[in-house]
């Protein structure tokens, strides 16, 4: 079946860098997504991976190892408002998108 | 501001009403979306429009309707739903559709929650 799995909850002190992980099993593999999701908002892109290697915006930096179908969101300089949801999604070989049920983020001062 | 507008916000019904939840997307896009989101699990895909035409429908109970009479406008008809339905509902839209795209990132709206009594 497929399956994509990552972390319930994590915590991070405001300021420091945290790594949120996500690996996945699709039939084919054709990207991976992550989406930001504050509470009762909407969910708003954050990246897209489809080969090997770091990707870097800003604060924000996204990971993807298609050999090990892993993948990670890496936020530095933690700040209050990035106490969200962070929800993974590869997409299949039919571009179907796979959800993982999201990672919940709690920054503490 | 994600260019996508969903109303109502909350909306609380009996198992007997009749209720309809609405989306419109002010991006151009050619395809939308409609999503349940239950907490702690996956988001859930329901059904699939491109150019108003339905294109998936992942096997959601009949007691979910959509209508999409123009790219701009979704509508989801809710009758006789039971408690087990309520969650939050997201719509979306994207450029194409996912079947056209490989990297086709979506814009969602805010949700509606919808608690059935």
């Known amino acids: 079946g497929q399956n994509i799995d990552q972390p319930t909850e994590m915590t991070a002190t405001e300021g420091a860098i945290v790594q949120i992980n996500c690996t996945y099993q699709?039939?084919?593999?054709?990207?991976l997504f992550w989406y930001q999701q504050h509470a009762g908002e909407a969910p708003t892109f954050l990246s897209y991976?489809?080969l090997d290697g770091l990707e870097e915006k800003g604060r924000f930096s996204s990971f993807l190892s298609r050999s090990k179908g892993y993948s990670y969101l890496l936020l530095k300089e933690l700040q209050m408002k990035d106490s969200a949801s962070y929800l993974c999604a590869g997409t299949d070989s039919n571009y179907q998108l796979i959800w993982g049920a999201g990672t919940k983020l709690i920054i503490k001062p | 501001e994600t260019g996508v507008t969903q109303t109502p916000r909350h909306l609380v019904m009996g198992m007997t009403n009749k209720k309809s939840l609405k989306c419109e997307q002010h991006?151009?896009?050619?395809?939308m979306y409609w999503y349940k989101q239950s907490a702690k699990k996956p988001l859930e895909l329901m059904f699939v429009?491109?150019?108003?035409?339905?294109?998936e429908n992942n096997s959601v109970p009949s007691r979910f309707s959509p209508e999409c009479p123009n790219s701009s406008h979704l509508f989801l008809h809710l009758h006789t739903l039971q408690p087990e339905d309520s969650a939050l509902y997201l719509c979306?839209?994207?450029?194409?559709?996912?079947?056209?795209?490989?990297?086709?990132?979506?814009?969602f709206g805010s949700g509606t929650q919808l608690s059935v009594l």
């Open positions: 429009y491109s150019l108003e035409e339905r294109v």
């Open positions: 991006l151009g896009h050619n395809a």
């Open positions: 991976n489809v």
């Open positions: 979306a839209s994207s450029q194409d559709g996912q079947h056209f795209a490989t990297n086709e990132k979506l814009f």
């Open positions: 699709t039939s084919g593999f054709n990207g």
